[in-house]
């Protein structure tokens, strides 16, 4: 497996674990950081066989993600933010496309970019500790990882807007109840039982499929493309592939699939 310097990076029986691991830092992502976490992703883009998800989560019960790292930010101007927030829009385009559900397990705290990260993932699944907020507001900006826009395509426009203007902290319990995570869990152990259970029951389903509800939702917030228009593409090229074949099949013979992939 690659070695990073910020990032530890493994493989478990079925999928990928990336680690977030700047202790020191709470895990604050800093430019390299990102790079290495694009980097991480792309290399894996082409490696999905045998692969049913990806789980990103930081290191240590304190904190997923403290945000971007704020020691960066002194001396940045207009030219530099831009930079440094469309470097970050790519890493968080890369994640929310993958063709394999990306699982973020949110342990502790996940602020400004960190909550961005949260949100760019497929599913989220939080300790009781989880703490979510997009501070940016504190230091006189707003998100700059896409914040603005995920946030209250999952939470709503009010809920997301009073998150941000505030920077209050948002806890587990709360954040469930707003549908921000799917799961609350006691502890770290738990949601990896719990992030590991879904991927297993995902590495049941065709990945064609799998891929194809991704990008069809994703599709649904693109304002312009037509999200109707690509779900009809997407269906009728699964329906003439081998897998729906053997999923029809296997209905009317009483069995469990055995997807092929293709
Ligand atoms: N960027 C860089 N360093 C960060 C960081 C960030 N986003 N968040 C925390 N750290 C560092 C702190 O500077 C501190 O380093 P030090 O020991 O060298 O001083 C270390 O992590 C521990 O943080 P500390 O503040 O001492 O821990 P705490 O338990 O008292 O508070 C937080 C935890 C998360 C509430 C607090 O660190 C915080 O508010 N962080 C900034 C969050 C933020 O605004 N993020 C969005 C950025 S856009």
Request: charge should be neutral; aromatic fraction near 10%.
């Given at each position: 497996?690659?070695?990073?310097?910020?990032?530890?990076?493994?493989?478990?029986?079925?999928?990928?674990?990336?680690?977030?691991n700047?202790?020191?830092?709470?895990?604050?992502i800093?430019?390299?950081?990102?790079?290495?976490?694009?980097?991480?992703?792309?290399?894996?883009?082409?490696?999905?066989?045998?692969?049913?998800?990806?789980?990103i989560?930081?290191?240590?019960?304190?904190?997923?993600?403290?945000?971007a790292?704020?020691?960066?930010?002194?001396?940045?101007?207009?030219?530099?933010?831009?930079?440094?927030?469309?470097?970050?829009?790519?890493?968080?385009?890369?994640?929310?496309?993958?063709?394999?559900?990306?699982?973020?397990?949110?342990?502790?705290y996940?602020l400004?970019?960190?909550?961005?990260?949260?949100?760019?993932c497929?599913?989220?699944?939080?300790?009781?500790?989880?703490?979510?907020?997009?501070?940016?507001?504190?230091?006189?900006?707003?998100?700059?990882?896409?914040?603005?826009?995920?946030?209250?395509?999952?939470?709503?426009?009010?809920?997301a807007?009073?998150?941000?203007?505030?920077?209050?902290?948002?806890?587990?319990?709360?954040?469930?109840?707003?549908?921000?995570?799917?799961?609350?869990?006691?502890?770290?152990?738990?949601?990896?039982?719990?992030?590991?259970?879904?991927?297993?029951?995902?590495?049941?389903?065709?990945?064609?499929?799998?891929?194809?509800?991704?990008?069809?939702i994703?599709?649904?917030?693109?304002?312009?493309?037509?999200?109707?228009?690509?779900?009809?593409?997407?269906?009728?090229?699964?329906?003439?592939?081998?897998?729906?074949?053997?999923?029809?099949?296997?209905?009317?013979?009483?069995?469990?699939?055995?997807?092929?992939?293709k």
């Amino acid at each position: 497996m690659r070695e990073f310097k910020f990032i530890n990076f493994n493989k478990g029986k079925n999928y990928y674990l990336i680690e977030i691991n700047r202790p020191d830092q709470l895990n604050a992502i800093n430019k390299e950081t990102i790079k290495e976490l694009k980097d991480c992703f792309l290399s894996i883009k082409n490696s999905t066989k045998g692969f049913y998800g990806v789980i990103i989560t930081g290191s240590g019960d304190k904190s997923f993600v403290a945000g971007a790292d704020i020691s960066e930010f002194k001396g940045l101007n207009e030219k530099t933010a831009k930079e440094l927030s469309l470097n970050g829009h790519e890493l968080f385009h890369i994640i929310e496309n993958f063709s394999i559900p990306v699982i973020a397990l949110v342990n502790g705290y996940a602020l400004g970019g960190g909550c961005e990260l949260a949100l760019c993932c497929h599913i989220r699944i939080a300790t009781k500790n989880a703490k979510f907020s997009q501070p940016e507001i504190n230091l006189g900006t707003i998100p700059g990882y896409g914040g603005t826009q995920r946030l209250p395509q999952i939470i709503g426009k009010g809920r997301a807007l009073e998150m941000m203007v505030t920077a209050e902290m948002t806890n587990a319990e709360t954040a469930l109840q707003y549908g921000l995570v799917n799961y609350v869990l006691d502890n770290k152990d738990d949601a990896m039982k719990k992030s590991t259970e879904l991927i297993d029951i995902i590495q049941r389903k065709a990945p064609g499929a799998v891929a194809g509800v991704i990008e069809s939702i994703n599709n649904f917030y693109r304002g312009d493309d037509d999200g109707f228009g690509k779900e009809i593409q997407i269906f009728s090229k699964l329906c003439g592939a081998d897998d729906f074949k053997e999923g029809v099949r296997a209905f009317q013979e009483k069995r469990c699939p055995s997807f092929k992939g293709k």
